[in-house]
Structures are given as structure tokens and as C-alpha cells.
């Protein structure tokens, strides 16, 4: 299967205690690290501080190429889904002028009662649910306007969150808006077969986040009652094919797909005993040569 595989810079950010901006390296360092590490595209975040033609010749200059990044805002919060329009389309307008036409988007992971008890649909609320619908609805119009079709990314400690909530937003969001943009890891936190929701939707599939995840983790963490924070700080999620997910099952209902595929790993867990991104980007990289484009 030939694809196209780029790797989320995340790694290089994520820490066992949360965000460290200031653990990643310059940019032109990060990204020969990355080229370096087996990868040949990278999730597209641009800094606030930076244009996009700068950006740009950084990719020229490591030889990456740009694949689709993220946006995400708190639907369900009226002050941020006034802003997300505009936003949205800003995003959008960048992914188009470096060749993409997909970006994921999501609700951000700021639904408290799900932050307190991670991958349950806790404190599930039709109304909220509406409303987080109706303002991504919005958005996503605005980035297809713009030539960019956004990608649903369900998200452990949203308001979508389970494979219920997800169903529910590609059933309201008209097909020609939104596209499914699933995360293997954050579906099977929930409980959900990645391999059958993803083949119940494949002709919508716009992009992947490829993720694992450890479910000992994950069960540990429930019973022990900690939050989406401490359980990811447990290493929940690891690259694929280290964990629990069946991506031989995943990979083959995905095998006629052929858009962007992205690696995503929180927090570096290899090698052992002193883990480092670059490592863990390496060996994510090799098996995705091993078993996407060998």
C-alpha cells in the first residue's frame, strides 16, 4: 500500500506533567529531527510569530512536505464559537496555500465533567451537544469556502467524545461540510472498534490520525479514578503498533483510501529508560515503512 504519512510534532511538546513549548527545539532543528527520524511530511501549525512563506521555505529547507493540522475550539462556548468562523477560515486559507485541501478539526479538550472522568461520555448533554454541532457546522461551511474540507476528529475529554456523540455529528453535518477524520487511539479509549466505525464511514474518510493506546492504562486510570491529564501522563497512548489497537484490521479496511494518513504520539516513550521524541518518531517511522510503504 503506498500512502501518505506525516507525523504530528507534538512529541516534541508533551511531557508526562502536560504542554512544555519551551522542550522542543527551533523549528529548522525539529524538523531535520524529524526527516532525520524517517518522515517525509509534518502536521501543519504554523507559529503566531511566523508567515506562512517563512514556514514554508522551512519545509523546503528540511524537504518535508506539509500534511493536514489541526484546528479546534470549544464549540459548546459561545464567546469562542463566535470566533471560530473567522478562525476557522484563517486556518483553512493557510492549508490551501500549502497545497492541502483536508485539515482535521475538533472540539477542544476543555469539557470538565470528561477531563474529571476521561472516555465515558460523562456528563453527556443533548443541548450542549446541539450547540457544539450547529457551531462546528458553521466553521467547517467556512473552510470549505476556502477550498479545505475539515475532518471530524473525535477527542477523549470533548463533548465528542464516544462513538455515539461522533455518529450523531456526521449524521447532522452535512457530508459536503464535514468529512471523518478518525483518531484509532481516542476511538478505542472509548471502547469503539476502530476498524468498524471507520469501514461504516470509509467513503466519507477524509484523514487518519494513527494513534495507539495501552487499554491497561486506561482501565487502571478509571478505576483509580484519574483525569484525562494524569491517564495520558501514564503513557496511555503510544505509536502505532506498540499498543492494543488491531491496525492489521485497520489497515485493511483503509487499504483502498488514499489520502493523509497522521502519526500522532503525545508523549515520547522509547526508547526505554530515557525516552526522547526523536527516538519515538523513529520508530514510529519504521513501522509505517514496514507496513504502510514497504
Not at 185 to 200: E, K, T, Y
Request: charged share 20%.
Amino acid at each position: 500500500m503506498t500512502a501518505l504519512v506525516g507525523f504530528n510534532p507534538l512529541t516534541w511538546v508533551m511531557t508526562p506533567g502536560g504542554r512544555d513549548p519551551d522542550a522542543a527545539p527551533p523549528l529548522p532543528e525539529l524538523f531535520r529531527q524529524l526527516k532525520e527520524a524517517g518522515f517525509d511530511a509534518i502536521h501543519v501549525e504554523i507559529p503566531e510569530s511566523m508567515s506562512l512563506a517563512d514556514y514554508r521555505g522551512l519545509l523546503s529547507d528540511a524537504g518535508l512536505a506539509a500534511a493536514p493540522g489541526y484546528f479546534q475550539t470549544a464549540f459548546a462556548d459561545p464567546a469562542a464559537a463566535a470566533r471560530a468562523v473567522e478562525h476557522a477560515a484563517q486556518a483553512a486559507a493557510q492549508h490551501a496555500e500549502l497545497g492541502l485541501n483536508r485539515i482535521f478539526i475538533a472540539d477542544r479538550v476543555a469539557a470538565q465533567p470528561r477531563l474529571d472522568r476521561p472516555g465515558v461520555g460523562a456528563g453527556h448533554d443533548e443541548n450542549v451537544l446541539t450547540r457544539v454541532i450547529d457551531n462546528l457546522a458553521l466553521a467547517a461551511e467556512a473552510m470549505v469556502a476556502e477550498g479545505v474540507t475539515p475532518c471530524l476528529h473525535q477527542h477523549v475529554g470533548t463533548w465528542i467524545e464516544t462513538e455515539a456523540e461522533t455518529e450523531r455529528v456526521l449524521a447532522e453535518v452535512d457530508e459536503s461540510l464535514l468529512l471523518f477524520g478518525p483518531d484509532t487511539g481516542h476511538l478505542a479509549w472509548v471502547s469503539a472498534d476502530p476498524a468498524a466505525i471507520i469501514g461504516r464511514h470509509l467513503p466519507r474518510v477524509g484523514a487518519v490520525h494513527l494513534k495507539d493506546l495501552h487499554r491497561t492504562v486506561v482501565d487502571a486510570a478509571l478505576a483509580d479514578g484519574q483525569g484525562y491529564p494524569a491517564t495520558a501522563g501514564r503513557l496511555a497512548f503510544t505509536g502505532p503498533g506498540r499498543g492494543d489497537v488491531d491496525f492489521a484490521a485497520v489497515l485493511r479496511t483503509l487499504s483502498r483510501f488514499d489520502g493523509w494518513y497522521v502519526v500522532e504520539i503525545d508523549i515520547p516513550d522509547a526508547p526505554a529508560g530515557k525516552p526522547n521524541a526523536r527516538e519515538t518518531a523513529r520508530l514510529a517511522a519504521d513501522w509505517v515503512h514496514a507496513t504502510m510503504t514497504g
